[in-house]
């Protein structure tokens, strides 16, 4: 198979490599770049939510991403998340509030709520349920998971 | 708890949860390795076939591939199995069902291990395989394995049942079913192994027993156990899911083929196929009772299907079996349980162990009974409760924990009264209801439990916990560095959990059974305080006091003239003689001979129980027949709490495994004999399908042998769940469904 060459942003830095057409974003994060925040819970069906990363400022399952579809887009994925050791409110809120335990789904969880919150800095209970509703869980019950959100969520500026 | 505790009960943060949190954690199928290379499983498309021929040149000639390996490639021993040596690492002539590995295909890139896997041509004769696991025991079907189709049986009884039944003024009898479910655990189950130059196999596991994968490999490869390296990388969640060595094996004899580095890593849908699961089994269950609601007797005969390799079904049903009469006083039982081989996926340890399936017929039938005596279910489970002093049917003296019942029906009492006054959304039905449960802890008598965790004190003052058995992620190196800190009087910040590697790591035994932080808890006090003696041995003898005359606090060594010796300095200048400053301790679950029943099968009894109740509030739909869980609270006895968070974490994932096994997960065979092998079809709870209006209430009756009173939680708080949920429904709607998932089509169909 021909390779395609992308050239896209990645937590800031601006990558450029040629790669197999049908791979995509998750294979590409994982086995290419080396990072291996995002997760495969799935088989690469969408059901799981543990590829979970941010394209362009939206939450997307980057094992249904072709890699020739990041072409131009910017891509933040957990590692650019905590800058120089510093946690995000996100992440600090579920250390703190014991929403991780196996850890696995954890990575896609905490984008797919930051993306949320890009969108809805405010969100209610069901706001978030909703909006993480494509992220499984099977360690937490995502009790916590919900109340980490709303504490990250409430201690952001309000508007 | 009025005592003033230095870590214990307080909400401690994770020492894993920054590596998680930031993406840095390594599981298994993160680790870089240089030259790795990757494997692929070719597995049977049948469920039942005689292997007639393979061939393995077509893939093997394709570049990039480097070995194709069947049975016959297998060194050493080509069976492996916990209970029963019944499993073939690689298929050997049969193939018993979908999915199971009959070759593997190493190649240097994972697109050539999958492409040229589909090369290996294997010809199959397809033989007529057999699903339910009565049909498997009938005469004249299928032959599974060499001494038949039955993996285990048990036949306990107590009392006279004839007598106990002609007793009775009111006899219950129905049949339950309960379907086969998935741990399914986020990560899918993997293993990565090198062969070193040295001649030592490294293998990286995610799995509950790296001592028992080392024997396995060891085994496998006919290699000394010495020669085995076991390490544990971070679990994905494991639910008992991961007491499964067939990966770990598999990676090994691949790097060992290869003389490198390779790494296998099963899709969900092979976790789905290949990987055990909970136990389907359909109970049969009659019981009496007299007018005033006092239980008499109770028989069930019970059919459950372990599959095509027992894995741990035999144990499984032995727990079952022993849980069949609940949290209750019955005179005169009679339990017949068979677990049979089938074609089916294997069925093994998965959280419950068997007590979920025994207590949704069990907690269902005495809501049945108590209708038949218009009797409240609290009130009938009120009356026959276990007490402390009571004998169970096993001949077990019930300890003083069950005083954690009456305080569960007190709590749920109240709260079904408030549950009742809250109004229906329009259109919906409303129903509460309850379930008690009992969740033994340990893994029976007769069974060797043996647990030894070591720490030491290391130069810089930090307590290193070198834990002999794996945190599966529910947090057992938190409660681990607690109770070593608690019982050092050290702040749990320097208390850190070192990860497993059977070559530098005590046997700690498998993670499971409700038991990790009573079986690590107990070996780390009894370690620190022998840490405390070794401390002040050393420091007789390096400042010239006499013994008896040092003390120690909080990290120090007090000297008769007052002066005070950090351990750390002490731990310094033992490193400075060559010589680690530690100490070693091993737990023995405790079955004293005394007062257990000695009469009884290996495994069983148990012998320490723990007990809680839930109590939901259902709105059904009763147009569509949908089920909507509203409000939920679970009251569990804990002993005594060392993470609060860890308990309720424990709670809050169990109780919601718990609803998908109440009300949408099972994975029959569907058209075309193909099992439900995907998140697409197989639907676990999301945020969506948990109640909004959830309470946890955790009780804390001390269990005399616990460490600082500690139990078990990591089990139970998923089994009253289902049939509290089915309880709910037939208070709403008057339907009883006998069998789970109650999906919409059974509420509907009645
Ligand atoms: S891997 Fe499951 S959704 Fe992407
Ligand atoms: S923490 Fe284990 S799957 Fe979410």
Redesign the pocket.
Known sequence: MKSIQATFEINGHEVTLSSAPNRTL?EVLRQDLGLTGA??????????????VIMDGKAV????VFIGQVQGCSIETIEGLSGNGDLHPLQRAFVEVGAVQCGYCTP?VIMASKALLNENPHPSDEDIREGLS?NLCRCTGYVKIVDAVRIAAEQQPRR | MTEETLTLGKSELRKDAWDKVTGAAQYVADIPLTDLCHAVIVRSPLHYGRILGINKSAAQNIPGVLRVLAAEDIPGNKIFGPLLQDQPSLAIDIVRHLGEPVAIVIADNLETARMASELVKVEYEPLEPVFDPGQSLKPGGPRLHPEGNLAAQFDIQDGDIEAGFAEADVVLENTFSVPRISPAYMEPENSLARWNEDGLITVWVSSQHPFTDQVFIADALDLPVEKVQVKSAVIGGAFGGKEDSSLAILAALSAWAVRGAVRIVNT?NESFLAHPKRHPALIKMKLGAKRDGTLVALRAMSHMDTGAYASYGPAVGIIFTETLAGSYRIPNVHFETFVAYTNSPLSGAMRGFGSPQSHFALESMLDMLAAELDMHPLALRRKNMLRPGDKMFTGVVVNDTANSLPICLDQAEAIIKRFSQIEPAPGKTVGVGMALAAQSMGLGAKVPDDSTHRLEWSPDGDVYVHLGSPDMGQGLAMAAEQVTAEALGLPYEVVKTIPLDTLTSPNGNVTCASRMTYMVGNALIDAADRLIQQLLDEAARMMNFPREQLSYQVGRVVCPDGQKVDAAEIASRVADDGRTLQCESTFSFPYPEETTPQHLPIGMPHVIFCFGAQIVRVEVDPEIGNVDVTHLVAIHDVGRVISKPAVEGQIEGAVATGLGYALYEEMPLKEHQQWVDS?TEYLIPTTKDVPLNYEIIILEVPEASGPYGAKGIGEIPLVPTAPAVANAVYDAVGVRVKSLPLTPEKLIKI
């Open positions: 998750l997760k495969d819970a799935c088989g690469g069906e969408g059901e799981c939510g543990a590829c979970t399952n980057s094992c249904l896609g494509g | 969900r998140f």
